[in-house]
């Protein structure tokens, strides 16, 4: 399984951006996360494994949009009126169809300036 993610870049505050991944083999892609330099990862917007629910993380749900194609394994992010916290590492997030193993794509760079 590989997780295939592109977009990102500079932007600056109140501009939109919009990431991609793609998963190759037997897996679904989840959603994405995030990780700010010495931050935890958190959770951006992403599909729960149980029942398939969509949560979006605190301040993001009203300027983030997550689209998922099941059937050609594609999640997109598209995130508007971006500021400067939201600078960090962007992460897709995979599962297995098969067992209950993760998977990460390589992770894509968001810079906001202000």
């Known amino acids: 399984v590989q997780l295939q993610a592109s977009g990102g870049g500079s932007v600056q505050a109140g501009g939109s951006l919009r990431l991609s991944c793609t998963a190759s083999?037997?897996?679904?892609?989840m959603g994405w996360y995030r990780q700010a330099p010495g931050k935890q990862r958190e959770l951006v917007a992403a599909y729960t494994t149980v029942l398939e629910i969509l949560n979006y993380g605190s301040s993001m749900k009203d300027r983030f949009t997550l689209s998922r194609d099941k059937a050609k394994k594609t999640a997109d992010l598209q995130m508007n009126n971006l500021n400067p916290e939201d600078t960090a590492v962007y992460y897709c997030h995979g599962k297995s169809i098969r067992s209950n193993d993760n998977y990460w794509g390589q992770g894509t760079q968001v810079t906001v300036s202000s």
């Open positions: 083999g037997p897996a679904n892609v």
